[in-house]
């Protein structure tokens, strides 16, 4: 069982739909990530939430927006995808800035 | 900024022999930590081993060991007894605790791709 729990496991979108990934972490941590994977690549850092900031790679694009309603919720809403956009998308939570602990990820296909 | 690199793409062994997988890492910091994550194809990244870089002693975990070589800035993965289970993408990751509330999360590895011939 893992303590990162993330839904939906797999989503399909076309281009024009807006959805929402969803994670929850139980383990009280006070940092939570979101990484996009692609197919046989290292996971690629989006978003950051830690100790109630919110940090963002540069080089994400706006169609992507994550949400924090609190300190075990981090939920990335997603709008206007592009077919690029398909991957994994993993969620992830730590403590004290050491290792993190992944969820299951979300399988996204944007047509 | 930290690099971290792994020069075998793909890494074959038979069941029940051991395999080493190689890491180096770039960094100037004197602290860190170093991870091994395993991401079977059921996709989820799962922490095989973790290493505090101020301590000499190398961890272990079971039929997991590593390599650490703090100065040669070398951290490699021992696999003993391979099974079949093992089969996975092996990611070596670095952490930085000067990232302010972690802000840079993980800087992982391109990934070794390790196959367990039966």
């Known amino acids: 069982d893992t303590e990162v729990t993330q839904t939906p496991k797999h989503l399909v979108m076309g281009m024009t739909n807006k959805k929402s990934l969803k994670c929850e972490q139980h383990m009280g941590h006070r940092a939570m990530y979101w990484y996009k994977q692609k197919a046989k690549k290292p996971p690629e850092l989006m978003f950051v939430y830690s100790y109630e900031k919110l940090s963002i790679n540069e080089s994400v694009p706006s169609r992507f927006s994550p949400e924090c309603p609190n300190s075990s919720l981090l939920n990335l809403h997603l709008h206007a995808l592009q077919p690029e956009d398909s991957a994994l998308y993993l969620c992830?939570?730590?403590?004290?800035?050491?290792?993190?602990?992944f969820g299951e990820g979300s399988r996204l296909t944007v047509l | 900024a930290q690099t971290v690199t792994q020069s075998q793409p793909e890494m074959s062994v038979q069941e029940a022999e051991t395999v080493t997988l190689s890491c180096t890492y770039d960094?100037?910091?004197?602290?860190?930590?170093l991870f091994w994550y395993k991401q079977p194809p059921s996709r989820q990244m799962i922490l095989v081993i973790r290493?505090?870089?101020?301590?000499?002693q190398n961890a272990t975990e079971n039929r997991f060991s590593v390599n650490f070589q703090k100065a040669a800035k070398s951290f490699s993965l021992k696999i003993s007894d391979s099974q079949l289970g093992d089969a996975a993408m092996y990611f070596c990751a670095y952490s930085s605790p000067y990232s302010g509330g972690g802000a840079d999360g993980l800087t992982f590895g391109k990934g070794t791709h390790l196959i367990i011939q039966p």
């Open positions: 960094t100037s910091e004197s602290d860190y930590y």
């Open positions: 290493q505090e870089a101020y301590k000499q």
């Open positions: 992830a939570s730590s403590q004290d800035r050491a290792e993190l602990f």
